[in-house]
């Protein structure tokens, strides 16, 4: 039975991001983020994938755990928090990812504690919240799915069929790794990305989501991190974790695109600007029909 954790209506700025992935230098980061835009940690929310391909899992989950923001349970914590053959991610069998996974899988399963695992395994599977007269749906990757991906490319039917199934007016995920928003008639998509890799755009720097209530709507802005990504590339080697990883935490390219849709792989390299979209209040929404017909 899916857990739904709902946060009630809220006024004021949230941080989202998504994939920590044991990056603990990212993590560190985007906490002190979170404190020097002024928003407190009871109005965070990660969307999940704590532990994962870097050097620091038991830290990461530490340091999340101790600040309280919100966390939904990604396919990672699912994982980990009935201790699982494998991190369940939904890579092809065989494919690079796939033969990958099992390094880090298995050192990060060996790292966690108990009550880290217990932490994971009682996490909730969506948390909503009433913003602007919407209804928001916050999961790891879809509704239906904790580890469905989703892309800017991956059909409008398959978004609005999710979007029906949380009742919801938008959802925000992570999980497939790339930053973006698209509108979807009156309803929303959108992909806070992740903080603990890049978005394979040829920069080191990872992404995140202020959602914002604004006079007219809600802003939801794609914001870059800037972190030690050098010194998260260091204590993967010290661990002896996939160099394909490493490496990617300085390049921000990909070892190779086995998850992405033709047009994602496409713009490989090519690099994200920062970016804000209005997403119009369901009353200027309707006014706006009423003026059409
Ligand atoms: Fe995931």
């Known amino acids: 039975m899916a857990k739904t954790q709902h946060l009630g209506h809220i006024d004021e700025p949230l941080l989202i991001f998504g994939g920590p992935y044991s990056n603990l230098q990212a993590t560190e980061a985007i906490l002190a983020e979170a404190r ?9 929310i990660c969307t999940g994938d704590v532990a994962a391909y870097c050097g620091d899992p ?22 980990f928090g009935v201790n699982a053959e494998d991190c369940g991610c939904g890579f092809d069998e065989g494919s690079t990812c796939d033969q990958l996974s099992a390094r880090w899988y298995a050192y990060a399963q060996d790292s966690l504690d108990t009550a880290a695992c217990r932490w994971m395994a009682d996490l909730p599977d969506a948390v909503t919240f009433r913003m602007a007269e919407r209804t928001v749906f916050v999961t790891h990757a879809t509704a239906t799915s904790n580890n469905r991906f989703v892309f800017a490319s991956t059909a409008d039917t398959v978004k609005a069929a999710e979007l029906d199934a949380a009742g919801a007016d938008a959802i925000i995920c992570g999980h497939s790794g790339l930053p973006f928003t698209q509108p979807l008639g009156d309803r929303l998509w959108h992909n806070a990305g992740v903080v603990g890799m890049p978005a394979n755009d040829g920069t080191p720097r990872t992404w995140f989501s202020v959602v914002t209530p604004a006079p007219g709507g809600i802003h939801f802005a794609h914001r870059p991190l800037e972190y030690d990504h050098a010194g998260a590339a260091r204590r993967m080697r010290d661990h002896n974790l996939p160099e394909e990883y490493a490496s990617c935490l300085g390049t921000g390219l990909w070892d190779n695109c086995d998850i992405l849709p033709e047009a994602e792989t496409a713009a490989q390299g090519q690099e994200i600007t920062p970016g804000s979209h209005l997403w119009p209040a369901a009353e200027a929404v309707r006014h706006a029909g009423v003026a059409a017909e």
């Open 58 to 79: 038991q830290a990461c989950s530490d340091i999340i755990r101790a600040a309280g923001i919100h966390v939904v349970k990604g396919n990672c914590e699912e994982s």
């Open 36 to 44: 020097m835009l002024n928003i407190p940690f009871r109005r965070v």
